[in-house]
């Protein structure tokens, strides 16, 4: 039986960062949903549009990515008005 280790240096480093980049501005966009900032629905459905983008440059686009991003951006539009 073969590690996947083989199958992830072929990844590149690219991934990687965009994975670091994308784990940070969630993180702080999540942080924002929770304290009702408005700067962080904007930012987390400008972001979410960039990131399929990109999956669909790399062909590595899913339906599933689609629709939890757009499940979590559209929850932000809904609560827009009571957040500050």
Known sequence: ????????????????????????????????????????????????IIYQLLLLLWHHWNVLTLAVQAFVAVVGVLCLRRMR
């Open 1 to 48: 039986m073969a590690l996947p280790l083989a199958r992830a240096w072929r990844i590149g480093t690219i991934y990687s960062l965009q994975l670091l980049l994308s784990s940070v501005v969630g993180a702080v966009c999540m942080y924002g949903y929770w304290r009702l900032w408005r700067w962080a629905v904007f930012t987390y459905t400008g972001f979410c």
